[in-house]
């Protein structure tokens, strides 16, 4: 049975692991040829890359900071290079630096908009550069519940989350003449590394807040970007799909 991306090229920035990595995987796993992007974490974005290839699918890895318009230009050509297409692009890469205003610097305020906002800013610029000239591409950013709802202590975060939700429905306006899709994935609590280094008391205070009383999986959020990727959402654009167990409905 035909997969449903074969054929299909995707980047997945930050795909070492978490969120990233399950959609790396998740992609592959129906065909996709796939560039895991990475900036620090070579060893893990390795094994992604591993697994990519087992699941019967093209992958190289790609390193690079998404802030840096010099690094995502690299990253770009590397990738015309070896796929010579771009049918899908998840910006997923993004950072954490929470701290209440009166204590956040201004490092940590600049280096989150840069990671989670101009980053997305940077691989979406270039992404469209390719799907203009196919007339056809996914765009799908990783968006949050902070961006909708906003979070004490991360005034930062939030305020890139919540740029990134504008931005999705700005572009999705201007790339539709050209039959690109630009939507967004909103996770909510994810079991990944992070959250696994919770307190307890911390995780039940989250596990409170969510109406289907658990923590998501890294993969169900796979599963909604596969599906905004996939022919089944050509008709959704400028949207924001929430898969966080109903904290923001």
């Given at each position: 049975m035909e997969r449903l991306f074969e054929g299909k090229a995707a980047?997945?920035?930050?795909?070492?692991?978490?969120?990233?990595?399950?959609?790396?995987?998740?992609?592959?796993?129906?065909?996709?040829?796939?560039?895991?992007?990475?900036?620090?974490?070579?060893?893990?974005?390795?094994?992604?890359?591993a697994e990519v290839k087992a699941l019967g699918s093209e992958g190289i890895l790609l390193e690079g900071d998404v802030s840096s318009a010099e690094q995502v230009s690299k990253i770009f050509q590397a990738l015309q290079g070896a796929f010579g297409r771009l049918?899908?692009?998840?910006?997923?890469?993004?950072?954490?630096r929470d701290k209440f205003l009166m204590l956040m610097g201004e490092g940590d305020w600049d280096e989150?908009?840069?990671t989670n906002l101009k980053g997305v800013f940077l691989c979406s610029k270039a992404a469209c550069r390719m799907m203009i000239g196919q007339r056809s591409g996914k765009i799908i950013n990783l968006a949050s519940p902070s961006a909708l709802s906003g979070r004490a202590g991360q005034v930062n975060y939030s305020a890139s989350k919540g740029g990134v939700v504008s931005f999705t429905k700005s572009l999705a306006r201007e790339l539709s003449r050209f039959g690109i899709t630009v939507n967004a994935v909103s996770p909510g609590i994810i079991e990944t590394e992070l959250t696994g280094q919770l307190s307890e008391?911390?995780?039940?205070?989250?596990?409170?807040m969510i109406p289907l009383g658990r923590f998501g999986l890294p993969e169900e959020v796979a599963a909604a970007a596969v599906f905004l990727a996939s022919?089944?959402?050509?008709?959704?654009?400028?949207?924001?799909?929430?898969?966080?167990g109903g904290m923001v409905m």
């Amino acid at each position: 049975m035909e997969r449903l991306f074969e054929g299909k090229a995707a980047l997945v920035t930050g795909g070492s692991r978490g969120i990233g990595a399950a959609i790396c995987r998740a992609l592959a796993s129906q065909g996709a040829k796939v560039a895991v992007n990475c900036r620090k974490s070579r060893e893990a974005a390795e094994q992604v890359l591993a697994e990519v290839k087992a699941l019967g699918s093209e992958g190289i890895l790609l390193e690079g900071d998404v802030s840096s318009a010099e690094q995502v230009s690299k990253i770009f050509q590397a990738l015309q290079g070896a796929f010579g297409r771009l049918d899908i692009l998840v910006n997923n890469a993004g950072v954490v630096r929470d701290k209440f205003l009166m204590l956040m610097g201004e490092g940590d305020w600049d280096e989150v908009l840069a990671t989670n906002l101009k980053g997305v800013f940077l691989c979406s610029k270039a992404a469209c550069r390719m799907m203009i000239g196919q007339r056809s591409g996914k765009i799908i950013n990783l968006a949050s519940p902070s961006a909708l709802s906003g979070r004490a202590g991360q005034v930062n975060y939030s305020a890139s989350k919540g740029g990134v939700v504008s931005f999705t429905k700005s572009l999705a306006r201007e790339l539709s003449r050209f039959g690109i899709t630009v939507n967004a994935v909103s996770p909510g609590i994810i079991e990944t590394e992070l959250t696994g280094q919770l307190s307890e008391e911390i995780r039940q205070e989250f596990l409170g807040m969510i109406p289907l009383g658990r923590f998501g999986l890294p993969e169900e959020v796979a599963a909604a970007a596969v599906f905004l990727a996939s022919p089944a959402a050509d008709y959704l654009t400028g949207q924001i799909l929430s898969v966080d167990g109903g904290m923001v409905m």
